[in-house]
């Protein structure tokens, strides 16, 4: 969540708090709490709304945002689904369908959805990622790689699409174009661990030395969770004297 969500949050309380059939006012307080890590509070507040707004296909989109952020992908595909029988056609209910279809390995269906997202919205970088990731999970190398280029073209800060950009060139053996893409999508933050862990094993044959760099980030990584883990053990429970008895 972002500091203006965390802002945001004490207002819509108090707006709600005065107004409880404000159906914006109590969607976007639950948005702010889900994207906030609160996805406790986030149920809290939706279960407050009246049944005629928790059957809007707006309300719906939420509360399939709170089933991802509780990792129930069968949970918010249920929702989506009502969303789209209430007369939903938007891009992000397509590209959400398509995320839940993913989550729950179905393929095809997750192809459809992303493809039905194109035609609502033809430049759209979130579903040409959404289909890069379907043709990778099916072994379509060539045609992810396009996806991807499709999705980056559109917006170049799009991390994950860099990042599955990668994963294709590498698959497909060029080596220097997948290392390009995957420091372009570490740059953006994105998946760090992971990312220092396919450079170091790309660099290897070519650059032993660039390898040595980020195995030794891995490595530094490793040892500041081993000290921290170390430092926890040793701090005494809550309440207990550090005398001797």
Not at 138 to 161: K, M, N, Q, T, Y
């Amino acid at each position: 969540g972002t500091p203006q969500e965390a802002k945001a949050v004490p207002l819509l309380t108090e707006l709600l708090a005065e107004d409880r059939g404000n159906e914006w006012c109590l969607l976007t307080l639950a948005r702010c709490q889900i994207r906030l890590g609160k996805p406790g509070e986030a149920r809290a507040t939706l279960e407050t709304a009246p049944p005629a707004i928790r059957q809007t296909g707006q309300a719906q989109l939420v509360f399939a945002e709170l089933a991802f952020a509780e990792n129930d992908p069968a949970a918010a595909l249920n929702h989506l689904q009502t969303a789209e029988r209430s007369g939903g056609s938007h891009p992000l209910l397509f590209n959400q369908l398509g995320r839940a279809y993913l989550l729950l390995k179905r393929w095809d269906d997750a192809r459809s959805a992303f493809q039905k997202s194109i035609e609502a919205e033809p430049d759209n970088p979130a579903a040409f990622d959404g289909l890069a990731r379907v043709h990778l999970e099916c072994g379509e190398v060539d045609r992810a790689v396009e996806e991807s280029l499709h999705a980056v073209g559109l917006i170049h800060f799009f991390p994950e699409a860099h990042y599955h950009l990668a994963v294709g060139l590498e698959r497909l053996g060029k080596a220097p174009e997948a290392i390009l893409a995957y420091e372009t999508a570490l740059g953006m933050g994105y998946r760090k661990k992971l990312i220092h862990c396919r450079l170091a094993e790309l660099y290897r044959p070519i650059d032993p030395q660039k390898a040595a760099k980020h195995e030794n980030i891995l490595r530094n990584s490793r040892k500041r969770r081993v000290y921290r883990a170390d430092i926890n053990s040793r701090l005494p429970p809550a309440g207990s004297s550090n005398r001797p008895a």
